[in-house]
């Protein structure tokens, strides 16, 4: 029984009872095995039981199907089950779905026919390409600066954030963390593939180092999401940043395979006095779970000390909007046609009056009407807009 629980832990996922008593018959001498029969009862075993290290799953499975439960690992927040490696149980006819698996990020494939000396040396070899990949990363995070970013490590971030907390409960004074993240990232990953992500996060991060100040610290948080620690910065003054940091993403020109990525990110903000906290640890992850919520409520927001989720950014100025459409870039103006046409309509009236043109007024108000922002009971913000729209082209 002791050497039962030492063995490596792993989950059988499937929903035919031949095809798990085949697994676990070839697997039970050298793997505990814990079984669920759809994706659905997998994926809460996976986010509770912490000891298991791999998935074997089958591509057809009832409630939650295979693709579902390895798009959700993928797309997990929890490195565990990111990193996690899945044995997907394919038909060798069935192509298609076994290219999907491999884009959404399949460790490997077997078919149901597959002997019981392949099977293992295949759970074998992916137990041990994970375990070495789990302990460079701990090899990695003992470093001050992680080598492929050159910013510091999760772990040297929550030492400098205690290193600032300390001074500032010294000097009666304050600190923030602000975590950010680009939005829809298991989206990216999987139109685009993993290597996505880095190239994203190294364009990130040199947007941030323009922006922070000398004193305050850049480092990871968790995947492709970064913090940074504020000494002696107010968390409205961080909320400034976050939107100023929005703007420029969203007018950033990030393009890949020739195709410009339409970006978004979200802030999640946490402050040491404000939420009364005075562990780097609970100021950090505070500010990640405000980042969780901000993506939760539609991504392109903030979530601060007030608890609020912010709006959307405002619509662009006139001035802003044209240099947009000098420089090609029409899709960050077109969602804010009927603002920036309200708000041009009194120059078009006067160019109709001094100038006889001949233009539709009347068809321009009633078309920039139609597509006015309809209200929005979550907030109220979206509704105050769309009154404001109205009266402004009514006039």
């Known amino acids: 029984m002791d050497n039962q629980e030492e063995l490596p832990r792993i989950l059988v996922v499937g929903g035919s009872r031949v095809t798990r008593s085949t697994l676990i018959k070839h697997l039970r001498e050298s793997y505990d095995i814990r079984e669920e029969t759809d994706g659905e009862a997998a994926w809460q075993v996976l986010m509770l039981d912490y000891s298991i290290e791999l998935v074997i799953c089958s591509m057809l499975l009832p409630v939650l199907d295979g693709e579902g439960l390895l798009k959700r690992m993928r797309a997990s927040r929890l490195a565990r089950l990111d990193q996690m490696p899945v044995l997907m149980i394919s038909s060798d006819d069935d192509e298609e779905a076994i290219e999907r698996a491999k884009s959404l990020g399949a460790s490997d494939f077997v078919s149901r026919g597959t002997g019981g000396a392949e099977l293992l040396a295949r759970v074998d070899s ?72 880095k190239q994203l996060q190294k364009r990130f991060i040199s947007i941030l180092s323009g922006k922070i100040r000398k004193k305050d610290s850049l480092g990871h948080f968790i995947g492709s999401q970064l913090v940074v620690i504020s000494p002696g910065t107010s968390y409205s003054a961080c909320e400034a940043f976050g939107n100023r940091l929005r703007e420029a993403i969203r007018i950033a ?143």
């Open 126 to 197: 992916l137990l041990k390409l994970s375990r070495a990949q789990n302990q460079l990363k701990e090899n990695i995070e003992q470093h001050v600066q992680n080598p492929e970013t050159g910013i510091f490590t999760r772990k040297y971030i929550e030492q400098r954030a205690l290193q600032a907390l300390s001074h500032a409960m010294h000097q009666g004074n304050e600190v923030s963390a602000i975590v950010m993240g680009f939005d829809n990232v298991g989206a990216l990953r999987e139109e685009y593939g993993p290597q996505i992500l």
């Open 253 to 395: 020109n990030i393009s890949v395979q020739g195709h410009r990525l339409n970006l978004s990110v979200s802030v999640g903000i946490s402050n040491s006095p404000a939420d009364g906290v005075s562990s780097a640890h609970a100021l950090i992850e505070l500010a990640g779970i405000r980042l969780n919520t901000a993506q939760q409520s539609g991504g392109d927001r903030i979530v601060s000390c007030d608890a609020k989720v912010s709006a959307p950014l405002p619509p662009p100025t006139l001035e802003r909007a044209i240099s947009f459409l000098r420089s090609g870039k029409e899709e960050l103006v077109t969602p804010f046609l009927p603002e920036l046409g309200g708000k041009l309509l009194p120059l078009l009236k006067l160019m109709e009056r001094e100038l006889a043109l001949g233009l539709p007024l009347e068809n321009i108000r009633k078309r920039l009407l139609a597509m006015r922002p309809k209200s929005s009971n979550s907030t109220g913000k979206t509704a105050g807009r769309a009154d404001k729209l109205v009266k402004h082209i009514d006039q």
